[in-house]
């Protein structure tokens, strides 16, 4: 068994304009996702997002709009990838962020992680992820841009 902390992050990389990044997982070929990864040590999910979303894309989130979108999913971690956690572990805890971008970045994968990357605006994208809970904060987007464009 491994030794991966049962505590995520999922980032979805967008623009202002609802264009969305998907990766194609390089242990799951056909499955598109967002940004995920497990906290390392004691990191906060900030620090956890800003650690994926450069070793996943090379993108350095201190240059954008990292938010903490206060969403957390608990979920029954699929049983192809347990043998990552310790024994026993069967549910992770994922918290949702996301990164702004000025527009559609090309961006560097981590070769041992995703084979691909695309960007699609966020209806096609909430309908590409493999996942249910990547595609429900997809599909927050909209709404979440919204509110953050309402004066003050």
């Known amino acids: 068994m491994g030794n991966k902390q049962p505590i995520s992050v999922l980032v979805v990389v967008h623009t202002a304009d609802l264009q969305v ?4 997982r390089a ?12 906290r390392e040590g004691e990191e906060t999910p900030l620090q956890t997002a800003r650690r994926e979303l450069h070793e996943e894309t090379g993108l350095d989130a201190n240059h954008y709009v990292l938010s903490d979108w206060g969403v957390q999913n608990r ?15 069967t549910h992770n ?21 995703h084979l691909a990357w695309r960007w699609l605006p966020w209806q096609a994208a909430a309908e590409q992820v493999f996942s249910p809970s990547n595609a429900d904060a997809i599909r927050l987007l909209p709404a979440r841009l919204a509110r953050a464009a309402q004066p003050a």
């Open 21 to 24: 990044l998907l990766l194609e």
């Open 27 to 38: 242990d799951y070929p056909g499955s598109w996702q967002s940004v995920t990864g497990s």
């Open 75 to 89: 979920y029954e971690i699929y049983p192809k990838w347990r043998h990552r956690y310790p024994d026993g572990v």
């Open 93 to 113: 805890t994922e918290h949702v962020l996301g990164l702004m971008l000025p527009a559609p970045l090309a961006v560097t994968l981590a070769p041992r992680e």
